[in-house]
Structures are given as structure tokens and as C-alpha cells.
């Protein structure tokens, strides 16, 4: 299979729980209805969700010898993935356990299992695409993935998410010096960089690796901060059903609207609109059809 989109990072078996309220200590909250399971992970979701927005896409990400690891194979291939990258190690897939109250507002407890294990990089893989993605994953998968794509040209986006924000800006910075667009939240800019002032904190890792940094605000408006363009785009207002994936939609529709060569604030405009399109779904690779976007939101 041709792809347009390489994807790397964590494939994961969701366990979504649908209650009333988030729990809080020494307190009982019931289901609902009973849970459901579907396929997550940031690596997987994103290359779905490229797929459904019409852009050939393949994971790069390790599942187990399990059947979680099973039904995750066949969950991508339903969606058209291309799943030669996808690795099989003895042991147990990545799984979480996600708890989603009525607002859409979610809570996760995650085993990433043999999500993290040491495996090469097929470096023909990348260098055949036209576009890198990286979310949260192994530092070691981080920068042997970008760093064949840097030397190939090929631009790179990254959303360390809550696996890689941690690891701080220092241990980051050869991979950012590698990326063409840092995607992220207050929360993860702040873990990366130890500042809670997001605006300049970007700013700041903009002009240092010359990047163009998007800061995702949920309901409030994206932020661009780059060294080409600065501007802020706002959301699509809509009433949240499953916010779990949300971020990883909107990581595929910029990475869509960036490969049909719309300006940076364009692509922008119609991640948000993706995201929306997510959150009145349920499940992370819920995304409706390119159609359904269209006609709702009109991008």
C-alpha cells in the first residue's frame, strides 16, 4: 500500500466507561450503560482519522501477542491503516481504561505494555511518505523516526501528549530541532518547559528550533505561534459527547489541511472543525466522514 502519512507512536485497546460524574474519593459512580471497546492510541487514532479525511496512511506502533493485539490489527485494517509497521511483541498490548462523564469530559488510567518496546524504524518507510507524524512514545522511537525523516526532508509534526511532554524540553531537543510543527496544550508545554506563561513559553521554542508551535485550547480559541505566521483561530461550538481523541483529530486535520497546501491558519480552521466533528461521537476513532465535516461545518 501506498501511503501519503506515516504515523508513530502508541496503539491502544480502550476500555471506555460511560457514567454520570467523574468518581472522587470514597465515592461509587455507576455505568450508564455497559462499556464499550474500541481501538485508541494516539499513533493509531491519528493515522484513522488521516484515512477518513482521504489521506493513505500507515502506523508505525507494537501491539501483543494477545487479543487485544488481534482486535486492534483488525480494527486498523477496517480503516484502511496500513499495518506493515505495526510490530508484534510476546507480551500485552497497550490498554486503558477510559471514564467519560456526560459532559464529554474524560478520565484514563493506561498501560502502555509492550507499547514502549525497542523496535527499529523502517527508514524506506518514512523516506516513501510525504509527511511524518509522532505523538507521545519511547524517546528512542522519537528520534530514530525523525531523525530519518529530517535527513529526507520530509516535514515532521509532533503532539507529545502526556507519554512524552514529560520528558522535559532538554531531553526533547534534538527532536524538536527536527520538527516543522510542535502541537500541544497549556498542560504539556508547561510539563515540557517548566513555565506556565504558554504564550511565551511557545514563543520561545519557536524561535529557538524554528518551529511553528499550535496550542490547542479545547473550547477557546488555537493559538499559532511561529516564526512565519502568529494568530489565534476560534473553535466550532458544540456539544461534547466523548472528548477522548479529540486532540488527535485535530492532529489529522492539520495534517491534512497542511498536505493540501492550505496556509497554516486555514489548516488550522479545519482541525477544528475534525475535532468538533469527534467529540459528538463516541469512541476515539469515531471521526464521521470528510462529508459529514463539510456539510456541518462548511471547511
Request: include cysteine.
Amino acid at each position: 500500500m501506498r501511503i501519503r502519512l506515516a504515523t508513530v507512536g502508541h496503539i491502544i485497546y480502550d476500555i471506555r466507561d460511560y457514567v454520570e460524574e467523574l468518581p472522587q474519593k470514597d465515592k461509587t459512580v455507576k455505568l450508564r450503560f455497559p462499556a464499550k471497546v474500541s481501538g485508541g492510541g494516539s499513533g493509531a487514532n491519528v493515522a484513522v482519522n488521516a484515512c477518513k479525511l482521504g489521506i493513505p496512511a500507515g502506523v508505525m506502533g507494537n501491539i501483543g501477542n494477545d487479543r487485544h493485539g488481534a482486535f486492534l490489527l483488525e480494527e486498523l485494517r477496517k480503516f484502511k491503516v496500513d499495518t506493515t509497521q505495526v510490530k508484534k511483541f510476546r507480551g500485552a498490548s497497550g490498554l486503558s481504561v477510559i471514564l467519560i462523564d456526560m459532559h464529554g469530559e474524560v478520565e484514563v488510567v493506561e498501560d502502555y505494555g509492550v507499547g514502549d518496546r525497542h523496535r527499529s524504524m523502517d527508514a524506506n518507510y518514512i523516506r516513501n511518505a510525504e509527511f511524518l507524524h509522532m505523538s507521545g512514545c519511547s524517546l528512542m522511537h522519537l528520534e530514530s523516526a525523525s531523525k530519518i525523516a529530517s535527513k529526507a526532508g520530509i516535514p515532521i509534526s509532533f503532539d507529545p501528549g502526556r507519554a512524552a511532554s514529560h520528558f522535559g524540553e532538554k531531553r526533547l531537543s534534538k527532536i524538536l530541532s527536527r520538527c516543522d510543527y510542535l502541537i500541544v496544550n497549556k498542560r504539556e508545554i508547561r510539563a515540557m518547559t517548566g513555565r506556565g506563561d504558554t504564550y511565551h513559553a511557545c514563543a520561545s521554542l519557536a524561535e529557538k528550533y524554528g518551529i511553528d508551535c499550535i496550542i490547542k485550547q479545547g473550547g477557546s480559541d488555537t493559538l499559532v505561534v511561529g516564526n512565519r505566521v502568529h494568530g489565534s483561530v476560534p473553535p466550532f461550538k458544540v456539544k461534547a459527547v466523548d472528548t477522548i481523541g479529540a486532540g488527535d483529530a485535530f492532529c489529522a486535520g492539520f495534517i491534512t489541511g497542511t498536505m493540501r497546501k492550505m496556509p497554516i491558519l486555514k489548516a488550522v480552521r479545519f482541525a477544528n472543525a475534525v475535532a468538533a466533528a469527534k467529540v459528538l461521537f463516541m469512541g476515539a476513532q469515531s471521526l464521521p466522514s470528510r462529508g459529514y465535516i463539510k456539510k456541518r461545518f462548511g471547511v
